[in-house]
């Protein structure tokens, strides 16, 4: 029931890109992305509905192929402040629970 | 606008004695969550209450475990008799309505000894 991330782990060169997916064996309802710095909370990034949503702000965005039960995060001219824990968070129809998948770590370098 | 408040930060107990974990959620958001995090893991979740019911509690542990959000006051997580493996962060979050956006707090750290 837990949604699959890849890749588990990334190393960037500030102003490379990335890209993290996450990927369910159940229909989803919503899919929500956080950043979780160590020691942190979860921060909310930004949360897509289905009917294949794209969206973004500054220079990251996310896309959710509703039929292919998938979410993917872009990340754009990383910037070190990208670095962290990436999770996303599964949402089945009207529940409220998120099932979050097992992260992917980001670290950007100078 | 105050976010999602925990309190207390960081609790160390001794094994069997209990844990209060408190979360006051933001302003106008009457649907709380907790997660827990074990070090070096994902988020697991835990309860899911609106003011006065439990909504889903499916991923409670059957036995110490309990939850609560009263009409009045915080959200509180209780662990009774605790263990080491209890040891970990808990993280309460809030959101207005159901299926929204869920905001997290800064979660307790609890260390079992």
């Known amino acids: 029931q837990q949604p699959v991330q890849s890749p588990q782990a990334v190393i960037l060169r500030e102003g490379e890109d990335a890209v993290i997916n996450c990927s369910s064996s159940k229909a989803l309802y919503s899919v929500h992305w956080y950043r979780q710095k160590h020691g942190e909370a979860p921060v909310f990034l930004m949360i897509?509905?289905?009917?294949?949503e794209q969206k973004g702000h500054d220079k990251i965005s996310a896309s959710f192929n509703e039929k292919k039960q998938q979410s993917s995060l872009y990340l754009t001219a990383s910037q070190l402040s990208y670095s962290g824990t990436y999770f996303c968070?599964?949402?089945?129809?009207?529940?409220?629970?998120?099932?979050f998948g097992q992260g992917t770590t980001l670290q950007v370098k100078p | 606008n105050a976010g999602v408040m925990q309190n207390p930060r960081h609790l160390v107990r001794r094994r069997g004695q209990e844990a209060r974990l408190r979360c006051s959620p933001m302003k106008g958001h009457s649907h709380v969550y907790w997660y827990r995090q074990l070090p070096e893991e994902g988020l697991k979740f835990m309860v899911y209450?609106?003011?006065?019911?439990?909504?889903?509690e499916s991923g409670m542990p059957k036995e110490r475990f309990s939850a609560e959000f009263p009409k009045e006051g915080p959200s509180i997580l209780r662990i009774q008799q605790v263990v080491r493996g209890d040891s970990a962060a808990y993280f309460c979050?809030?959101?207005?309505?159901?299926?929204?956006?869920?905001?997290f707090g800064p979660g307790t750290r609890l260390l079992v000894l």
């Open positions: 968070g599964t949402e089945i129809a009207g529940t409220g629970k998120l099932i």
């Open positions: 897509l509905l289905k009917g294949g």
């Open positions: 209450l609106q003011k006065e019911n439990i909504i889903d």
């Open positions: 979050a809030s959101s207005p309505t159901v299926a929204d956006t869920q905001y």
